[in-house]
């Protein structure tokens, strides 16, 4: 990233403050709104920064919240379950 790891770390253990142009730095590192990282507000990633991954995880949160919601435990079966019945409802 083209700085040092103290620096670095001093940002990351909030020792040190960073600004706009190391939020830009650091947004683009880690798939982040550089906005989000100075302020704490807006979305932590744009639409153009999520990738297939963070996609797929947000759906598999969601599925476990889903599952919660339910009153069933979260595991393979009852996810399975309740992505079967999303198809279902959805008409797929």
Not at 12 to 37: H, I, T
Not at 75 to 84: K, L, R
Request: charged letters at 25%; proline letters at 0%; aromatic letters at 8%.
């Amino acid at each position: 990233m083209k700085m040092s790891h103290s620096t670095y770390q001093a940002h990351e253990n909030g020792n040190r403050n960073f600004d706009s142009r190391d939020a830009a730095q650091y947004g683009a590192v880690f798939k982040v709104s550089s906005n989000w990282l100075l302020s704490g507000e807006g979305d932590q990633h744009t639409a153009d920064e999520i990738d297939d991954s963070q996609k797929i995880k947000r759906a598999v949160y969601g599925a476990f919240a889903a599952v919660e919601a339910m009153g069933h435990a979260v595991n393979a079966e009852n996810i399975s379950e309740a992505a079967v019945r999303l198809y279902d409802l959805e008409g797929r």
